[in-house]
């Protein structure tokens, strides 16, 4: 449960402390791509954490930033 919290932490983190808008997109896209390749190794319970800091309330409030993501 600690391993789940800390990785969904780190990538919330990751996310918001980047002050620049198009860094926090590339780093926002990295973190989708880093999550599908967890779910290609069949690592289901990281690719879950990292979704689960994706739809964090501070991650969804990015409004700018959700404009700019590659569809």
Do not use: Q
């Amino acid at each position: 449960m600690k391993r789940f919290d800390k990785l969904s932490l780190w990538s919330v983190t990751n996310i918001v402390s980047i002050p620049v808008l198009e860094d926090r997109i590339y780093v926002y896209e990295w973190t989708i791509d880093f999550a599908t390749a967890l779910l290609e190794l069949n690592n289901f319970h990281a690719a879950f954490a990292v979704f689960c800091g994706l739809m964090c309330s501070p991650c969804l409030r990015l409004k700018g930033t959700f404009k700019n993501l590659k569809k």
